[in-house]
Each structure stands twice: as structure tokens, then as C-alpha cells.
């Protein structure tokens, strides 16, 4: 089932992309505070991870007819490597730094978008039904 056409969802996909790298790459001269821990977790992570949620699940209306194994053998390792390659932009600026647990963040979101997106297919296939 299409809820939107392919071509939305491309360019869905392509603005997606740039807002992430503008917010990876933007300078914030510290107006923003995300070093307060919630739950024993730092704020920033909590950021890092809903910024990508996002990522699979449009990921998975681009391609509703696939299978979970094309999604998890070609779309998975290219989102973890996305992330990967947002957390080390900021080894290039000066103003940034680099964290091994914010690409974990990241990676923690990509699977939480991955579990929502099969669950959104499963519940748009059997309300298509």
C-alpha cells in the first residue's frame, strides 16, 4: 500500500538527509545544553537517537514491497554507516567533538526506526486488508 508517491518519498528522503547533516555540522556556541543527564543518560544522546528514528522508517515506505533481509543486508549497513560518517564530521570541526557513544546514539536510533518501520508496514498491510 502507497501513502505517498515514490517521488515524495524520494525528496522526503533527500531533505531528511540534508537536515541531518546541517544539524550535525551546525555551530552552537553553546546556547544549547544537552549535558544534563535524564535517567542516567546525557540529553544529547536522547537528541541523537530521535534524530534518526526517522531514517528507516521512510527508508521503509521508499521500499514497502521489499523483505526484512533486503532491508537488513543493503538498507541497515548503509544507515549505520550514514551515522557513522554524521559523528565523524565532527572530527573535522573545530567547534564539534567527536563521541563513540553519540554514534552508538545514533546506531540505537536507526534500530528503533527499523522496529517501527516493519511494525507501521505490518499495521498498514492489515488495515489495507
Request: aromatic share 18%; proline share 3%.
Amino acid at each position: 500500500m502507497k501513502l505517498f508517491s515514490i517521488r515524495f518519498q524520494c525528496i522526503l528522503y533527500r531533505v531528511y538527509i540534508s537536515v541531518i547533516l546541517i544539524l550535525m555540522v551546525i555551530r552552537t556556541d553553546g546556547k544549547i545544553r544537552l549535558a544534563k543527564t535524564i535517567w542516567g543518560f546525557r540529553g544529547d544522546h536522547f537528541v541523537h537517537s530521535t534524530i534518526f528514528i526517522p531514517y528507516m522508517i521512510i527508508i521503509g515506505f521508499i521500499y514497502p514491497s521489499e523483505n526484512f533481509r533486503f532491508i537488513l543486508t543493503k538498507k541497515l549497513p548503509i544507515a549505520i554507516i550514514f551515522g557513522a560518517f554524521c559523528e565523524s564530521l565532527h572530527l573535522f570541526l573545530p567547534y564539534r567533538t567527536f563521541s563513540i557513544f553519540d554514534f552508538f546514539a545514533n546506531c540505537f536510533g536507526i534500530l528503533m526506526g527499523l522496529g517501527l518501520s516493519f511494525f507501521s508496514r505490518k499495521l498498514l498491510v492489515e488495515c489495507g486488508k
